[in-house]
């Protein structure tokens, strides 16, 4: 258990980090915009993994060259971004829009309903069993410094995961929609009344997050390597523990949250054992909620009467 | 005749489904099993229902204490254990302990505001399904703990020897849960008009009125939590006797969660009616209606290939989103709104 040995679970912590908070983008950027925690994010990455599949054959990329597999992968990126952003939209336009004025649990339920649905469609595109995504990234060591590992699949993670969080800080930050979304998440009424297209803003916010996740989904096939029409739950469920450890609605707070339950993951499976990892990362969501109930980044909301 | 009904509708279904095991023979056999099993669901979700209905909140680890009350049960009877009390010391035992989880898990958690409490429920969930699989001394893992006897076992009564009667016979079963069901549902009854449970649905519709009025929102809150608890570890105590075993701790997992909370918000928050609607629709359709279906699909001989595509259960998870997504678009109060929220959403109020 040497200190090699802790910077290298480190490092595996932080690739996978990345990728658990690409997808907690996509949960924390919805309950943001419409308090919905989004039960169905997590299969619809699922369902990118089978797109992004589909498509490594119909392109023939598993044959392609060195030059042509980067090149690839960028198209895979884009085009299971825009199947994912598009599949949120639809789902948004159909199910959750009449739901706006219900109760608040009405929509909750729909979006398990929504999970269902899509790991139903999931087992239909992959069958019942584990799929295994194919090996596209040689697994050849890029570190000079030897008992470090790091690959080029570990570099993909980073080369797509900071790119893609950048543009979406420069999108919410800078730009008119990013205005807007902010505005209609502080307050739906009053966005609406300086004239912001709230259903716009909203059906803007699912196309980006999806986005994100199609992304993500690429990206696990690669790095994993294994795809299967229940990996939707897990994924879900750390990603979504991410974004609320971080501050849900935050979205700095979803990076954080991921990097930590990245790290978590990696140390408590290096050093207390794998089986115990669930418990570990929940065990400790639990305590950090308990002293700071709004998550690390979150903002406390005032009660109002 | 209509009003009676709907006055009395408790009291006509108990004493239909008392009737039926005498009418409908094949509850001696496996489909007995199965409706045992819907009984038990509709008393978790019950017990669910104090949390999410009554009180409004949001509670996604129910199935936790559905297993705690399993296990607490198993250990206290199995043979491989010195206990080997009878079965219903080890109910009281199951359902003070679960209580007194519930009370461990809500006291720091309670200041958490409504998605984050829902977070730390599921967290929890999680965890006990964890700790249940790798602590294999006490929980035989995987396996679970068996043979769990059954209530009553070693006991003659009239000639009887109940312990082989509820072994042999799946209508004894059958009859323990809906006494149990009945027996929990009049307890909700008188909970729901008690001071206790006005408390409770103060605190759901207006926390800060209902301090202002003099209610603890705490202790009202806590109360909710170590109620759904015990009635979640009664139910989860009662499922291990009846199938002689705890089963693998997966059988506690999220999904199981979510199921109930589906059966409870589908068939209205806060409706006892609703709520036993809900569990015989949802669970109903995937442990009776499904197997059979796909039995019944089968003597066509049309899936020689066992395609999922072409089996009924292959469609289950696409037919039960669906009916869920469809539900809630259309009644978004559930199937039968408690009449307190229906007059509400008539008056206009939010």
Request: one cysteine or more; hydrophobic letters at 55%.
């Amino acid at each position: 258990m040497s200190f090699q040995f802790f910077v290298q679970q480190c490092l595996i912590g932080l690739t996978n980090g990345a990728l658990i908070a690409l997808v907690a983008l996509g949960y924390t950027m919805v309950y943001g915009i419409i308090r919905l925690i989004n039960f169905a994010h997590g299969d619809l990455i699922m369902l990118g993994s089978c797109f992004a599949l589909s498509l490594v054959g119909w392109l023939g990329l598993a044959a392609g060259g060195q030059a042509g597999t980067w090149g690839g992968i960028a198209l895979l990126v884009v085009l299971c971004g825009l199947f994912c952003g598009g599949l949120n939209l639809a789902v948004d336009r159909l199910v959750y829009k009449p739901l706006r004025t219900a109760p608040k649990l009405a929509p909750l339920v729909s979006a398990i309903g929504v999970s269902f649905i899509f790991m139903n469609i999931g087992l239909f595109w992959l069958g019942p069993a584990d799929r295994s995504f194919p090996e596209l990234l040689p697994a050849t060591n890029l570190l000079a410094a030897d008992g470090l590992q790091f690959s080029a699949k570990d570099l993909l993670v980073v080369v797509v995961v900071v790119p893609l969080m950048l543009a979406l800080s420069f999108l919410v930050r800078a730009t008119r929609l990013g205005k807007a979304m902010r505005a209609v998440s502080q307050d739906p009424t009053a966005a609406a009344l300086v004239g912001i297209d709230v259903d716009r803003v909203i059906a803007a916010t699912f196309f980006v997050g999806g986005f994100l996740g199609g992304a993500a989904s690429v990206i696990y096939g690669l790095y994993i390597n294994t795809i299967s029409f229940q990996m939707g739950f897990q994924n879900g469920l750390y990603a979504f523990t991410a974004a609320v450890l971080g501050g849900i609605g935050s979205i700095p707070g979803a990076v954080v949250g991921g990097v930590v339950i990245g790290l978590v993951r990696s140390l408590s499976s290096a050093y207390v054992g794998e089986r115990w990892t669930g418990a570990i990362v929940f065990a400790i969501l639990i305590v950090i909620l308990v002293f700071r109930p709004e998550g690390l980044l979150g903002r406390g909301t005032k009660e109002k009467v | 005749m209509r009003e009676f009904l709907r006055e009395r509708w408790e009291l006509v279904a108990l004493v239909a489904l008392a009737v039926a095991p005498l009418v409908v023979p094949a509850l001696g056999g496996a489909l007995g099993g199965q409706v045992t099993t819907l009984f038990i669901y509709c008393i978790l979700a019950l017990g669910l229902n104090v949390m999410v209905g009554y009180t409004g909140l949001v509670h996604l680890g129910i199935a936790a204490f559905f297993g705690i009350g399993a296990y607490v049960c198993a250990v206290l009877t199995v043979p491989i254990y010195p206990f080997q009390l009878p079965f219903v010391v080890a109910a009281a035992v199951s359902v003070l302990a679960t209580a007194g989880i519930g009370l461990a898990l809500g006291a720091p958690t309670l200041r958490l505001r409504g998605d984050y409490l829902a977070i730390v429920t599921l967290g929890f969930g999680e965890v006990v399904k964890v700790t249940l699989r790798n602590l294999e001394q006490i929980t035989g893992g995987m396996k679970g703990l068996n043979p769990v006897p059954p209530p009553g076992a070693g006991v003659t009564v009239a000639g009887i020897d109940l312990g082989r009667a509820f072994a042999i016979d799946p209508r004894w079963f059958y009859y323990l849960a809906l006494l149990a069901l009945a027996a929990v549902v009049v307890a909700m009854r008188r909970l729901e008009h008690s001071r206790l449970g006005r408390a409770w649905v103060a605190v759901r519709e207006d926390e800060l009125a209902a301090s202002a009025m003099g209610i603890s929102a705490v202790r009202v809150k806590l109360s909710a939590f170590a109620m759904s608890a015990a009635v979640a570890g009664l139910a989860g105590c009662l499922y291990a006797a009846s199938l002689s075993t705890t089963a693998d701790p997966n059988a506690y997992d999220f999904n199981r969660s979510t199921m109930v909370l589906c059966a409870v918000i589908l068939g209205g928050l806060g409706s006892i009616p609703g709520t036993l609607l809900g569990v015989a629709l949802l669970v109903g359709f995937d442990t009776v209606l499904a197997p059979w279906a796909d039995s019944w699909i089968q003597q066509f001989n049309i899936n020689p290939s066992g395609s999922s595509l072409l089996s009924f259960s292959g469609w289950r998870l696409a037919i039960f989103g669906l009916a869920l997504v469809l539900v809630m678009r259309y009644r978004p109060a559930g199937l039968v709104p408690s009449r307190r929220l229906a007059a509400e959403l008539q008056e206009g109020h939010p």
